[in-house]
């Protein structure tokens, strides 16, 4: 089996340390050995446009992006690959799931479009701190009123629990909304909303078709999370990461080499294919 021509890497708990951090010069060097045999790197995470960019400012142009948890794809030139938008009805029905559940959000929804991130005034109370970090950190952030005050491009739908509130979210959601969305999460009380059918793998077999390449054969992936089980599932080279949940730790996938807060994914690269 050749080396992987495509590397799609999940970030929280993967690409990125505890601290949000990562190696830049590793990571420009293991560009440029890629861009040699036209392999491409690929950012699959479920953070939205906004905040990708922001992180990956030195490198816009070198990777490319499925982020949103699938629903929306770029390739590195900046094109526009995929979109996959959540209706107005689907996002009332999470919200009533929200309002019966026994217990309270830790963080309020969030609804984001490409550029912006938009949350209900009436979840204030709750969210005024990350709110504010948001805010100081530079994203665009609007308060409405009320779903329908919405744009129709939200390409998805966030909320946190705490984690051990999330399970019964997450399985009273997905009987709700049933095959009008995906519902999944990132751990740590994160569950995320997207459209009918969109994940990381599919968002990677959109990247993989224009590439002409397959994602059994030339797809290596890397991922902690169960919001990765699709994507490592559907890779030819899966790597969990060996700080990952206990689901894909089970004997389902080969571990990278080390953990995120070691340069795992890195050295995993190097080792065997970079």
């Known amino acids: 089996m050749t080396n992987p021509r ?3 890497s999940d970030l929280d708990g993967t690409f990125l340390t505890v601290n949000k951090s990562y190696n830049h010069q590793r990571f420009q060097r293991i560009l440029n050995k890629m861009r040699e045999v036209d392999a491409h790197f690929i950012i699959a995470t479920g953070r939205d446009m906004i905040n990708v960019n922001k992180l990956f400012k030195d490198f816009i142009g070198q990777v490319d992006l499925v982020v949103d948890n699938g629903a929306l794809v770029q390739n590195a030139a900046g094109d526009t690959l995929k979109e996959a938008f959540l209706s ?3 996002l009332k029905h999470a919200m009533d799931v929200v309002e019966q559940m026994p217990f309270r959000p830790k963080i309020g929804a969030a609804f984001a479009s490409r550029h912006k991130l938009y949350m209900l005034q009436d979840q204030a109370r709750i969210n005024w701190p990350h709110t504010l970090q948001l805010r100081l950190a530079g994203f665009e952030l609007e308060i409405i009123k009320s779903i329908d005050e919405l744009p129709d491009e939200i ?4 909320i946190a629990f705490r984690p051990e509130d999330t399970k019964q979210f997450i399985e009273q959601t997905r009987s709700v909304i049933k095959n009008q969305g995906h519902v999944t999460t990132s751990g740590y009380g994160s569950v995320d909303i997207v459209g009918p059918g969109v994940n990381k793998a599919s968002g990677l077999a959109v990247l993989a078709k224009y590439y002409g390449l397959t994602l059994e054969e030339d797809l290596a992936a890397f991922g902690d999370g169960l919001n990765d089980y699709e994507m490592l599932s559907a890779a030819g080279f899966p790597r969990a990461m060996p700080n990952g949940d ?13 953990d995120n807060e070691h340069e795992g994914v890195f050295k995993t690269i190097e080792t065997l294919w970079y």
């Open 6 to 8: 495509l590397i799609a």
């Open 88 to 90: 107005k009805s689907e």
């Open 155 to 158: 390409l998805k739908f966030t």
């Open 246 to 258: 206990a689901y894909l730790l089970d004997g389902k996938f080969e571990q990278a080499l080390t």
